[in-house]
């Protein structure tokens, strides 16, 4: 079992995201923070456009759901080494009528379809979820928040602990669910999206994307 499965955190912590000390936004190129964008899994193909104006990124990705023991979505990436703080705004822009569309912030050992990671996940019907599958192939386990249709997601990595945290629009931080999962040396970290239909797309706009690592953290793989 996962001693940290039933962790949780009730109270808002009044942390601003700007607020952490001594940290390394990473550099935004041609792609924004990103190196690669894939379809993982069985999907209809997806694709990312990145507005440098804005610093936003348009994501369209299908697949019929990101849980279980195997993954099916579209997957915008950076290889990266030791701890991380990941966060972002969603904005779905499909018609809504498939309520466990979701878009994630995830950690993730690989590319392949059933890999262990940590996510946070906010599904369109607005709740949000922590999801985490321990060893490759293994079943997906979640942890729902308390609040739905957040401001912004947010999950932090130190060693193999993954906090997920919901932030208000005063930017203030409700970590609400932590998990160990082990992932070993340069990992998959980045933005997704599942349309929750094998035979479907869905569209969503992630905004505000921040990924910060800790002043001395080991460099971007940009393989």
């Known amino acids: 079992m996962n001693l940290w499965h039933g962790f949780s955190l009730i109270l808002a912590f009044a942390l601003p995201i700007s607020g952490m000390a001594a940290a390394q936004q990473l550099a935004s190129g041609p792609q924004g923070i990103f190196t690669g964008s894939t379809d993982v899994g069985k999907t209809l193909p997806g694709a ?61 050992q690989s590319l392949d379809t059933a890999s262990a990671y940590a996510d946070i996940a906010i599904h369109r019907d607005g709740h949000t979820t922590i999801q985490f599958r321990s060893v490759s192939g293994g079943k997906t386990e979640d942890v729902e928040a308390p609040e739905r249709n957040p401001k ?14 919901t932030v208000t629009a005063d930017g203030k931080i409700t970590p609400f669910s932590m998990t160990a999962v082990a992932l070993d040396g340069p990992i998959y970290v980045g933005i997704g999206l599942c349309a929750h239909n094998a035979n479907g797309l869905t569209t969503a706009v992630f905004s505000n994307v921040s990924l910060v690592q800790p002043a001395g953290s080991p460099a971007v793989n940009k393989k």
């Open 48 to 108: 990312t456009i990145f507005d440098a104006a804005t610093g936003s990124y348009r994501v369209s990705g299908g697949g019929a759901d990101l849980w279980g023991s195997e993954d099916d979505f579209h997957f915008d990436w950076v290889l990266l080494s030791g701890d991380a703080t990941l966060t972002a705004d969603v904005r779905f822009l499909s018609d809504g009528s498939v309520p466990l569309e979701k878009a994630i912030l995830i950690f993730r």
């Open 152 to 165: 912004s997601i947010r999950i932090e990595r130190k060693g193999n602990l993954f906090t997920a945290s």
